[in-house]
Nanobody
Framework: QVQLVESGGGLVQAGGSLSLSCAAS????????MGWFRQAPGKEREFVAA???????VYADSVKGRCTISRDNAKSTVYLQLNSLKYEDTAVYYC?????????????????WGLGTQVTVSS
């Protein structure tokens, strides 16, 4: 069983930046695809970015150019750097993982989830 714990959320002004972290335990982190999703009030959970064990990455169009996902296998941690934040980026951000090299962009493609961290962007 994999446990995921997100951190780094908070309140930030529009145009600012934020870095989220997700620490994993209980699995072989280096072999997992790690993803970030977000869910705003009243909306469905949506894909943000993901990175596989080979360093391949996929980004949602809504964050492309403003977002960087990275991983540190030695620390079993995945990071999400968000720049030029917009009010529409306000959401709970979730970390997710799945074994293998495939990079799903839908929530049901992932097996394990963290509890999320709130990101609020003030306009």
């Amino acid at each position: 069983q994999v446990q995921l714990v997100e951190s780094g959320g908070g309140l930030v002004q529009a145009g600012g930046s934020l870095s989220l972290s997700c620490a994993a335990s209980g699995g072989t982190f280096g072999s997992y695809t790690m993803g970030w999703f977000r869910q705003a009030p009243g909306k469905e959970r949506e894909f943000v970015a993901a990175i596989n064990r080979s360093g391949g990455t996929v980004y949602a169009d809504s964050v492309k150019g403003r977002c960087t996902i990275s991983r540190d296998n030695a620390k079993s941690t995945v990071y999400l750097q968000l720049n030029s934040l917009k009010y529409e980026d306000t959401a709970v951000y979730y970390c997710a993982s799945r074994p293998g090299i495939v990079i799903p962009v839908v929530p049901n493609g992932y097996d394990f989830w963290g509890l999320g961290t709130q990101v609020t962007v003030s306009s």
